[in-house]
């Protein structure tokens, strides 16, 4: 392979670097530049995996006229390496064999579809890739440069849509720990999120939505509306942080947020963060029963904070289009049907076995419920 700019990789399980290498330095949890003492002397690997069929096509265009100002920027100082994926799952792959020759970080190329990859390819049997060599000294990073249709995560950081941008945080080296998301089911096997994962409505809509990504952003709201289209409300079984099992009737949709963003820039979970260790779980009620009046209980979270459970009527389309606004700049969360409370884990089940809602995470489909939702707090090094 060679080394002077940009090395192209097209296979399953590549060969990215040299066999002879030093490793870098392991870093603070807190933001500190990567290039520390020693560092200077040797050039960091860096692994870009690029799916270039994202955003139907653009992603693999903007790629191809972002390489020479990439290579003027990073080549004199790092290996690089662009590889391409030919397929579902084909990141993922990519992410394990660049972890375990010592990259020293793998950089998503396009949406949060690619960045979920990516995020899954962390990980091994349960565990992070890393801690299946004991003989590793270093620590892989994880970087993002949104080309995507969404690009939902890169927005809670407040980081532009500009890859030039995102290649000079590539260049200073900051990084900083980030929370994941651990999703699991009756079949044992995990699957991990860094952003948000949504249940029933929100998680259908996002289903219908990734037919109609080639109308851009607004394919997130004709998701929404043909989501609608005999959707019926749910009565679900959840459990918060180990706890008992408690029935919430006529759940419309519920979201799990890592970070803020979802729905091509719908600020559904605004208080959640992604460094904080908390889940900010969001569900949204429709009760056709005669209820007369909101009902409030002011619940006590592990005696740290409070929150509100609001409970109201009759949430039908016609509710989404009205508050859409809401939905999108985050003040959704003062809409009387709409309660959030801050988690480390939560079960959700069915009441009635129907098999048919569904579950999402950073926007991939997963199936449907039951499912168990974790944290494992500071799981990742991200280039920030």
Known sequence: MVYYGIAVVAMASPSFFPTERSMAPDLSADCTISRGAGASTRRRDLVFIVNPKGAN???????????????????????????????????????????????????????????????????????????????????????????GTGSDFARTFGWKNDPRDAIERIAKGLRSRIDVGVISGEGGDSHYFVNVADIHLSAKAGYYASRYKRFGNLCYVIGALQGFYGHCNQDLK??????????????????????????????????????????????????????????????????????????LQDFKWYDFILKLHKLYNGTHLSVRNVFSRSVHSIEVEEVVGSGSVHVQSDGEHLGFLPRKFCIIPAAIEMIC
């Open 238 to 311: 959840i459990k918060v942080n180990e706890g008992e099992w408690e029935v919430y009737p006529q759940v419309t949709a519920l979201c799990i947020g890592n970070a803020k963003f979802f729905g091509g820039g719908m600020k559904i979970t605004p208080n959640a963060d992604p460094s904080n260790r908390n889940f900010e779980v969001e569900q949204l009620f429709c009760v056709y029963n005669s209820i007369r009046s909101i009902q409030r209980i002011t619940l006590d979270f592990c005696n740290l904070l409070f929150m509100q459970v609001v409970i």
């Open 57 to 147: 096509g653009r992603t693999g265009r903007e790629w191809k006229k972002l390489l020479p100002y990439l290579r003027s920027r990073l080549g004199t100082d790092c290996n690089i390496c662009e590889s391409l994926t030919s397929g579902p799952s084909h990141a993922i792959d990519i992410t394990r064999e660049a972890i375990r020759e010592g990259a020293d970080a793998v950089v998503a190329v396009g949406g949060d579809g690619t960045l979920h990859e990516v995020v899954n390819g962390f990980f091994w049997g349960g565990k992070p890739v890393s801690t299946h060599d004991l003989k590793a000294s270093h620590t892989t990073a994880l970087g993002l440069i949104p080309l």
